[in-house]
């Protein structure tokens, strides 16, 4: 499916044969045989050494790889996308590999025939999470570094003791906003916020931080209660309820489209979500081209300020030397790295780019049965930022930050938190 020009996926819902158990390890078995040959992916994450295991004790043979055999590289497949945007033979070559969707179809499959478990689907639940924790976001906060909670927390819920858990806020961002708005023109343009689960619910500072910049940018913001973007559900494989989210969001932020407003994103997970895998999706809405040919990464949209000559440059403080990680979703969003484009406009400041995956990806990075994994995706990344001499280090994706923090106990800003220190609020 051609999705504006840019992208290409072999997941198409409407196949009558998507949910066919024996066309599903028809996928798996022709993917693999090129995967096989080629093993370029060999050390991106658990998925392809167990492929390769597999296929090796069965002397090179897809064929005759058991069901627990085929399944297992599209279970631990986290969705990273790394495999999809180095792959050389993705849509529209004609072998047409895409190995994270051929994981999520499997996933599909199984949660349609073997559900899931009710802590798992809770886990994904952000929306839930969020809303239940905020209003006692002290306490929660308290008890989730309390190790008699996190012993509950690994029995019940299966969520490992030794994970860094985001923070609750003890405010969402939307009621910030709502109590906090300063009057600007709006003469750069109109945005809609999507204020993602991430910000709204766990890191109020980057969000406090981020709408002080559009403001000093005259950018007229809106934020309206959307949900999370879904990408949550599909680590169960639970589609109905990402269709579910991806139809409300639509709908909201349609009617903002149509009144002439922009979608801007601070996070590339989300970014992703809703301008490449709802039309997916949503195959038969119109409205969802029309939306996701309007949103933006917030810095690729600070940026086109930049082009057009708008943008704020007035930076007052220098931020030294900045270790800038580069998220994995971002590469597939396929906008260039307008962050780092952004911090070097301040003065005295120079960024050095760390082209590493965190392992993070949702609960792969805090499950128990995948934190060790995830851990290990991650360690190079880990090394790399402990031996950095830079007087900041920064990312995207607050998950992955949450991952680096843990792992080095080095605090991570997103690149608008650097703007907003440089000009000095
Ligand atoms: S996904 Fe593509 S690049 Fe990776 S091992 Fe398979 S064929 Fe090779
Ligand atoms: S998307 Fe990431 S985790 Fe999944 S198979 Fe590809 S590289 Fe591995
Ligand atoms: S990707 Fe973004 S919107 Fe989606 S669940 Fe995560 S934070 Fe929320």
Redesign the pocket.
């Known amino acids: 499916m051609d999705i504006g020009g840019t992208k290409d996926f072999e997941f198409n819902i409407r196949d009558p044969k998507f949910l066919d158990e024996q066309a599903l390890w028809e996928e798996a078995k022709r993917v693999y045989s090129k995967c096989k040959d080629c093993r370029m ?1 060999v050390t ?2 658990p ?2 050494p167990a492929l390769f295991d597999a296929v090796d004790r069965h002397d090179d043979d897809v064929q005759k790889l058991s069901k627990e055999e085929l399944a297992l590289p599209l279970e631990l ?8 945007f180095k792959c050389p033979y993705t849509p529209p070559h004609e072998w047409r590999i895409d ?2 969707h051929l ?1 999520l179809r499997y996933k599909v499959w199984k949660f349609k025939n073997k559900g899931a478990k009710l802590t798992d689907r809770l886990m994904v639940n952000t929306d839930l999470v969020g809303k239940l924790s905020v209003p006692f976001a002290g306490i929660v906060n308290k008890l989730n570094n309390t190790k008699p909670v996190r012993v509950i927390l690994e029995n019940f819920m299966g969520i490992d003791r030794r994970a860094k858990l985001p923070p609750i806020n003890s405010q969402t961002l939307v009621d910030w906003y709502k109590e906090n708005r300063k009057p600007v023109k709006g003469e750069n343009g109109k945005i809609v916020l999507f204020s993602t689960c991430l910000f709204n619910y766990n890191y109020l500072e980057k969000g406090i931080a981020l709408l002080r910049v559009l403001e000093k940018n005259d950018l007229w913001v809106e934020i309206p209660e959307v949900q999370c973007c879904g990408i949550p559900f599909f680590d169960v494989g639970d589609i109905d309820t990402s269709i579910q989210k991806a139809k409300h969001n639509i709908k909201v932020l349609k009617s903002y489209v149509s009144a002439g407003y922009d979608i801007v994103v601070p996070v590339p997970t989300c970014a992703l979500q809703i301008k490449y895998e709802y039309p997916l999706l949503l195959p038969d809405d119109p409205d969802v081209k029309l939306v996701s040919e309007k949103v933006f990464d917030v810095h690729e949209y600070l940026w086109k300020l930049k082009e057009k000559g708008r943008l704020n440059q007035d930076f007052r403080v220098s931020m030294g030397n900045i270790a800038y990680h580069i998220p994995c979703h971002l590469k597939s969003l396929n906008v260039g790295y307008r962050a780092v484009a952004l911090m070097r406009l301040i003065p005295n400041t120079k960024v050095r780019l760390i082209e590493r995956c965190s392992g993070h990806d949702g609960t792969f990075g805090v499950k128990k049965q995948t934190f060790d994994m995830a851990y290990k995706v991650g360690s190079k990344l880990f090394e790399d930022i402990n031996s950095t001499k830079a007087d900041l280090v920064v990312s995207d994706c607050p998950l992955s930050s949450n991952q680096i923090e843990m792992a080095t106990g080095i605090k991570v800003l997103h690149p608008i938190e650097v703007l907003y220190r440089a000009y000095n609020f």
Request: hydrophobic share 20%; glycine share 0%; with cysteine.
């Open positions: 992916c991106y994450c998925s392809f497949c986290f969705h990273c996308k790394q495999c999809y190995f994270p994981s």
